[in-house]
Structures are given as C-alpha cells and as structure tokens.
C-alpha cells in the first residue's frame, strides 16, 4: 500500500514511532489501516518522510476509525455511519471491520456503570444489530459438516449480545452451519433442533443464565447429539480451574479462529455419525 519493503516500514516505526502496529500472539504487526491510508496520502503530499509522519500524526485518526464512527453514532447520523462502515469494507476485511471497528465504536458508547443504555448507545446498538443482520443473511451457504449451537445468555442491549452475533455471522462465513438460541428455551423440545444441526460443538455466551440452567441445556443437548466439545466466550462459565469448558476468550473474530483451529484437532469429526448424516441430508 506503501510501495516501501517491510525493512523499510520497521526502521520508521523505530525511527519515527509511526505507523504503530499492534503485535498478535505470534508476534505478527497488524497495522491500523487508517494510520496507512493517511500516511499514503501524506507522503505523496510532501514527498518526504519525516514530514510526512508529521503531518500524519496531526491529522490523527482517518475516516473509518472506531472514534469517528462512535461520533457518528453519537450524533444519530446513519447516512455518515454506513457510509463509514462501506469506507471500512473496501480496505479490511469484514472480520476487521466488525471486530475493530464497529464493536469498539459501540463499546465506545456503553456505560458499565449502569444497567439503562443511554439513548446514544441504544441507538448505536440496535444499528449494529440490524447491519449484522443484513452480513448474515448474505453469507454463503454453509460448506462444511460441523454444526456450532450457540447458546447465548444475554438479554437486549447487552454487549454480549452484539459480540454472540457477530461470532455468529464470522462462523458462517468460515462455512460452519450456526443456530443461536436463548437458554430460556424449554430444554425437553430442544431435541428437533439438535437433530437438524448434529452440533460438533456447543458454545455458550452471555452472563445471565445460571450454571442450573445451562447444566439441564447440555444435558438435553448431550442425550441426543452424544458427547461434543463445549466453549465459554466472553465469561458464560465462572472459570473455577476445575471447569473442563474450552475459553476462546473476549472478542470474535479471535474466538473464531481458535475453534476453527480446536476444529482442525479433531478429525475425527469429519467421519463421525452426526457429521456423516448431516453430510448426507445435504446433498
């Protein structure tokens, strides 16, 4: 996007201190895109880089960042919010888009302070709701055996409703078929849907269900699909130490991987009974 090599793009983080990337557990840099883009647009300004960084760094942060999208949703503009969100999709992914930028922008918005939303981030709520809505239904069919039951917690204008769908829409875009349900569904009828779904994993989310609650779920799931592999995101679970509940941690698109990653350790999945007949009804 530069048109300069890696070499060169660390000496200036070293030199500079800009662009400042994030580092991945594996020590990767993830770069901001805004600070690329605006540092692209300086360079070709001033055809120098020490002025260049400078000039990046007073303009701040570019148009698709988590703060001018959170004004946005703070002035109730939706024209100016969707067109933020398009800006964001041209140069990330939708994963990214999702987890590093509309998230952070509503979690901008939350008061933890208090159980009654504020009506800037309501609002900011139920249109990240909607828009995620619109991304799953325009995910393609799903294209492999294993199922994921999600089992979400919460209740409206929780945080951990929004990040529960987005998981939802990042896993069928990895092609694994979803059904996210509530556990304040009667238990003793839940066999039909875990028939339709043969679920290889469970996932639980959301902080409002008590362990009583979620224990007779797993077992209504367990006594029809068999034993299959349980996650906690985002804290569903108490972590006593002694749990046996898989952690695939706070943020979606992470969580995502790991259990794609958990998937890919176990092949056996591939051949088991719930896989085959699913399989089978597909075709």
């Not at 999600?150 to 990042?170: G, K, N, P, R, Y």
Request: proline residues 6%.
């Amino acid at each position: 996007m530069l048109g300069v090599s890696a070499n060169t793009l660390r000496s200036w983080e070293r030199r500079y201190g800009f662009p400042q990337p994030r580092r991945s557990p594996g020590g990767h840099r993830h770069y901001a895109l805004y600070e690329i883009e605006t540092l692209r647009s300086t360079l070709a300004e001033t055809h120098n880089v020490s002025s260049a960084i400078s000039l990046a760094r007073d303009r701040g942060e570019g148009p698709s960042s988590p703060s001018r999208l959170a004004a946005a949703l703070a002035d109730f503009d939706e024209t100016k919010i969707n067109r933020l969100l398009e800006e964001s999709l041209t140069l990330r992914s939708l994963e990214r888009t999702v987890d590093e930028l509309l998230l952070m922008a509503v979690e901008a918005l939350h008061d933890p302070e208090t159980d009654q939303p504020n009506p800037e981030y309501e609002f900011a709520w139920r249109h990240a709701t909607g828009w995620l809505s619109a991304m799953k239904r325009l995910s393609p069919p799903a294209t492999r055996p294993e199922g994921i039951l999600i089992f979400d917690a919460s209740t409206h204008a929780d945080l951990d409703a929004l990040h529960a769908q987005a998981l939802e829409v990042m896993l069928r875009r990895a092609g694994l078929p979803t059904l996210l349900l509530t556990p304040r569904i009667d238990a003793s009828r839940l066999g039909r849907a875990v028939r339709a779904l043969q679920p290889a994993a469970v996932i639980l989310t959301g902080r409002r269900a008590s362990l009583d609650a979620i224990g007779r779920l797993m077992y209504a799931v367990r006594s029809t699909a068999g034993e299959l592999t349980v996650f906690d995101f985002r804290g569903a679970v108490p972590d006593t130490g002694a749990s046996t509940v898989s952690r695939l941690g706070s943020r979606p698109a992470a969580a995502c991987d790991l259990l794609l990653e958990k998937l890919r350790e176990r092949p056996a999945l591939a051949g088991s009974p719930a896989a085959l007949a699913t399989a089978a009804g597909r075709q």
